[in-house]
């Protein structure tokens, strides 16, 4: 009897020491909602969304915007919290914080694979209206500011890739002139046109080589027409200034002295000065030049011996004679020309073989800047289109909610 005495007697205690507490104290109340995290609707095969952040640090920011002086503020002005007169004497700053106190915000796990799928607001209150409208607020808040963070998030990355799309397209505009520039500037001496260029110098060498060989041939034709003239003067200063012996002048031509040589010896013995004579002056002019015409012969034995001049058949011989050398002094000259050309051209095809090595590796350094930067301009273009159709499934709210 005692022991149930024991165990009565605090009973009834408690019991109505509660009852006087739920009655003296000011009534609670509580309300909370609870925000489903649902994945995003388009599978990412087909669009990747751009808002990577995990969700616990999402949740943590949404915390901090919930918790936030601004949005607090918002909410004890919109619902008239802590208005009452036992609350004139209370700092806004207080209201804040108690505001802080009353309001929690947890993250809901999975229990299978224990991720975060979920988050709980929780407003505790005296009033149970106040509370009620308070945690609706709450979260058509966060669904608010998630929306517009996730689109925000988005858009901002399509516009920063699309000024960086801005600056690489300049900056391949920029090589690309730079290319078009090296190859204008180098033109007939890029590197892929070395074959050719050895090719035409080579043509050149032979070409040079040939007109060569023909100047040394033209110097030695005019150095023969000058003997030739100077043979011809010669002989024809003979014939002015020789006195008449006889009746009959020499001929002046080969077969005239033959004719000549053969009445002497009819006439006279093999060891006649004028036999001897005549042979020795056949043998002169078969040695030194060709023998005039037979016509010359005639004309000059048929001229008095006292007439003065050259023969008109010496004339035009020497004539002809100047005649030609004038014309192998033009073609040297021609020749010379032409040689200065061809060395002038051999001179440009051999600097642009020798420059072929520098200026290739100056243009694989252009090409390899050009490819990549056009490389990154595509990466980057691909990169905006992806970011655009992701902004818009954000718009049409298809990506996470």
């Known amino acids: ?20 507490l739920a009655v003296a104290l000011p009534k609670k109340f509580q309300a909370e909602t609870l925000i489903l995290i649902e994945p995003q609707r388009v599978p990412d095969n087909y669009v990747q969304a751009i808002v990577s952040s995990d969700l616990e640090s999402r949740i943590a920011t949404i915390k901090e915007m919930i918790l936030s002086r601004t949005n607090l503020l918002k909410i004890i002005d919109n619902f008239n919290i802590f208005t009452g007169p036992e609350y004139a004497d209370m700092f806004l700053d207080d209201k804040i914080e108690a505001m802080r106190k009353y309001t929690t915000v947890d993250i809901v796990s999975d229990r299978r694979n ?8 929780t407003f505790e209150a005296e009033e149970p209206r ?33 000024n960086e799309l801005l600056k690489m397209r300049g900056r391949l505009e920029e090589v690309e002139a730079a290319l078009k520039d090296f190859r204008e500037t180098h033109m007939g001496e890029l590197p892929d046109q070395l074959a050719s260029n050895l090719m035409v110098l080579e043509r050149l060498q032979q070409q040079l080589s040939d007109r060569q060989k023909g100047l040394r041939d033209e110097k030695n034709r005019l150095s023969s027409l000058e003997n030739q003239i100077q043979f011809a003067r010669e002989q024809a200063a003979m014939v002015v200034t020789a006195p008449a012996a006889t009746e009959n002048r020499e001929p002046t031509t080969i077969e005239g002295l033959k004719q000549q040589l053969t009445d002497y010896k009819i006439r006279y013995t093999p060891q006649h000065p004028d036999v001897i004579r005549l042979q020795r002056r056949i043998e002169e002019q078969e040695k030194q030049s060709p023998p005039l015409s037979t016509d010359s012969a005639a004309e000059g034995s048929s001229r008095p011996s006292g007439g003065a001049g050259l023969p008109m058949t010496g ?20 020749i010379r020309q032409e ?11 051999q600097r642009r ?6 200026l290739e590796q100056e243009l694989l350094s252009l ?12 990466s980057l273009l691909t990169r905006k289109q992806e970011a655009e159709v992701a902004a818009n499934m954000e718009r049409q709210q298809k990506g996470e909610q």
């Open 1 to 20: 009897m005692d022991l149930l005495n024991y165990l009565i007697i605090p009973f009834f205690l408690a019991l109505i020491a509660g009852i006087i």
């Open 114 to 121: 224990r991720t975060a799928n979920a988050f709980k607001i």
């Open 130 to 162: 106040k509370v009620m409208q308070v945690v609706n607020a709450m979260a058509t808040l966060v669904i608010d500011q998630n929306l517009k963070v996730r689109e925000s998030q988005a858009v901002g990355t399509v516009e920063f890739l699309e």
């Open 315 to 334: 004339r035009g011989v020497e004539a002809g004679l100047i005649a030609q050398r004038n014309s192998a002094a033009r073609e040297i000259v021609a």
């Open 339 to 349: 040689l200065s050309s061809l060395q002038e051209q051999i001179a440009v095809y």
């Open 353 to 358: 073989v020798e420059d072929s090595p520098k």
């Open 367 to 378: 090409n390899r800047d050009y490819d990549n930067t056009q490389k990154t301009y595509e």
